[in-house]
């Protein structure tokens, strides 16, 4: 054990991060009340920080900690991503907080905390590691769920998930265990080499790999580990909502491609069935039960549980396509998701949020810019031209064909045409329907910079990708063949 | 590394794992079978210190001690780590020095934290 500079200047983001988080804690418990938004700039300027560094690691491909912390071009480019959503979530959550009277500086703090873990997550080189960075993010999003702790439902969500979220900690972590028992390592380049050539030990290998897999689709929240979805995204305060459905799903996808691709690259006819069952069982339930709500949360848990399906497709086949297709799938969603659960926060009736269908009633002629924005996100979650969304679904149908699956991707499109009703639902609430209801739209200037930004790159995604296609292919990670 | 050739080794955890079933189970079969059987409504009663029993257990209550269990987490798994630095200091050396100097101070944002919050006050 001894210093290495490499190392340190390596994990320098990380290490910003955790240093700002605890300042954050200290700086908490000084400053008044009334000035709690000035957290908020300083955790924005702290993620900004981190982002210039990340930056500034980019490219480098480096195994730090003896092969323990990957930093490459695929960890750097989630990271990336994370920083965006969570700058976009604490610009929502300003206003909000106060709202619904829980604006505490523990919120930044733990805000922050999950972005290390995150951070690790996508970084790790090494399943202990992966399994640290997995507790960090899952243990500050516990307490985030439960924030408003007057309200049952979401002290309940706190509870349902932090319940199941041990267990299937439990469970990934025994899957750990059998694939360390077998193979003697646990790093994931290691594993890699093993499984390729197990011999007698196939079955543990098998174990590990599935009990691994049940961890992960429970983290993506795909079919048939989604049953915490509903309930924690429609009780958690919905700014803690749009953070978890993006980047806390993102980093996870991010490991989960990590660990399959690399280190079960060898086995890929064992699990690339269970990838399809999983696959079509998220499409299927997440968006034929979506049509049934009418709680817009909700739906939109619903929905997510059908784009991981989408997402999941990509995995099937190990190849630089696939992969440009997911990170893309990936970059796209996160904006149009934390941007449809901004519009929802921004919808205020009498002191609650206005969350259920009911409330967008003619939101066009009361604010068109609001429906506008919202009419953006809906088209594009839908996969309609000539938004992001339908960009990245296309690129996702098009790997999928490529690898040889073309009646999956046949199955996909059936399922998309089915979700289209749902999201064209609260469309037509906005724009066919009389206004009825009491709901204002209520949005303050970080607010409107938030939408703003997170509609325009929806736009732009969808209009102009070239340069994002450009950063994407730059960023597709060193450990393709 | 899992050694097939060898499955004796898992001999003693196998016989571990009867004795433990068969001590439970033997147990209370036999406890079954010789005591005396003889309910009658003051012996199902849930005990309480000798006066009869008021109201139902399940409500809630103020845990006062649970800050001080948690303060007394921050400083226990301090020492914990502190006591295998300082016997192999001279060895771990600057590194492990500058190691435990961050370890502390993140338990003393914790500390300050608390401090700050009145976790340290009775009332």
Request: a neutral charge; glycine letters at 8%.
């Amino acid at each position: 054990m001894s210093f290495s500079a490499v190392n340190i200047l390596g994990t320098m983001p990380e290490i910003y991060l955790t240093f700002f988080g605890c300042i954050l804690l200290i700086l908490e418990t000084m400053i008044p009340k009334e000035k709690r938004s000035w957290l908020a700039y300083f955790t924005i300027i702290a993620l900004v920080f981190a982002m210039v560094a990340s930056i500034g690691l980019n490219g480098k491909g480096l195994p730090l900690y003896s092969g323990l912390y990957i930093v490459d071009p695929f960890s750097n480019f989630f990271k990336i991503i994370i920083y965006i959503a969570a700058i976009i979530t604490i610009l929502f959550s300003l206003p909000y907080l106060d709202q619904e009277d829980i604006h505490l500086g523990e919120y930044y703090a733990f805000i922050l905390f999950s972005v290390v873990g995150m951070m690790v997550m996508v970084s790790a080189g090494d399943l202990i590691t992966l399994f640290l960075g997995i507790e960090l993010m899952s243990l500050c999003f516990y307490v985030l769920v439960g924030l408003k702790r007057d309200d049952n439902r979401s002290v309940e969500a706190s509870f349902k998930y932090f319940l199941l979220g041990s267990f299937t900690a439990a469970i990934f972590l025994f899957g750990i265990s059998f694939l360390y028992g077998a193979a003697g390592t646990e790093t994931i380049s290691g594993l890699a080499g093993f499984i390729s050539n197990p011999g007698t030990l196939k079955p543990m290998v098998m174990v590990g790999m599935i009990l691994t897999l049940v961890g992960f689709t429970f983290k993506v929240s795909a079919v048939p580990f989604h049953m915490w979805t509903p309930d924690v995204y429609e009780g958690a305060p919905t700014v803690v909502t749009g953070f978890m459905a993006t980047a806390g799903k993102i980093a996870a996808f991010a490991v989960f491609l990590r660990v399959f691709w690399v280190a079960f690259s060898g086995n890929r006819h064992d699990w690339d069935i269970l990838i399809i069952l999983v696959s079509i069982l998220s499409m299927a339930v997440g968006n034929i039960v979506a049509i049934m709500q009418t709680n817009l949360k909700r739906m939109l848990a619903y929905s997510s549980i059908g784009h991981a399906g989408y997402a999941l497709m990509a995995l099937l086949l190990p190849n630089r396509e696939s992969l440009f297709a997911l990170l893309f799938y990936v970059f796209t969603y996160m904006f149009m998701t934390v941007g449809a659960f901004g519009v929802i926060l921004m919808m205020r009736k009498k002191g609650v949020e206005g969350e259920e269908i009911e409330d967008f009633v003619g939101l066009s002629k009361r604010h068109p810019i609001a429906a506008l924005v919202m009419l953006i996100f809906m088209f594009s979650l839908a996969g309609i031209p000539p938004f992001g969304g339908f960009l990245a679904k296309f690129y996702i149908f098009f790997a999928v064909v490529h690898a040889g699956y073309t009646w999956l991707a046949v199955v996909g499109i059936i399922f998309a045409a089915i979700g289209a009703y749902y999201y064209l639902k609260v469309v037509m609430a906005m724009y066919m329907k009389e206004p009825n209801g009491s709901v204002v739209f209520h949005s303050s200037l970080m607010g409107r910079i938030a939408l703003a930004l997170t509609a325009g790159t929806t736009v732009i995604l969808g209009v102009y990708p070239a340069p994002f296609v450009a950063y994407i292919k730059s960023s597709l990670a060193l450990f393709i063949p | 590394m899992f050694s097939q050739s060898h499955p004796e080794h898992y001999v003693p955890i196998f016989l571990f794992l009867l004795v433990a079933v068969g001590f439970g189970a033997v147990s209370l079969t036999v406890g079954k079978l010789i005591r005396p059987k003889n309910p009658y409504k003051d012996k199902n009663a849930p005990y309480e210190c000798g006066v009869p029993p008021i109201n139902d257990a399940r409500e809630r209550f103020s845990v006062r001690y649970y800050v001080i269990a948690m303060l007394f987490l921050v400083f226990d798994v301090e020492v914990v780590f502190l006591y295998p630095w300082a016997v192999d200091f001279d060895r771990l050396g600057l590194f492990g020095l500058v190691e435990m100097m961050i370890f502390i101070f993140i338990l003393l944002v914790g500390y300050v934290y608390a401090w700050k919050k009145e976790a340290l006050e009775w009332d």
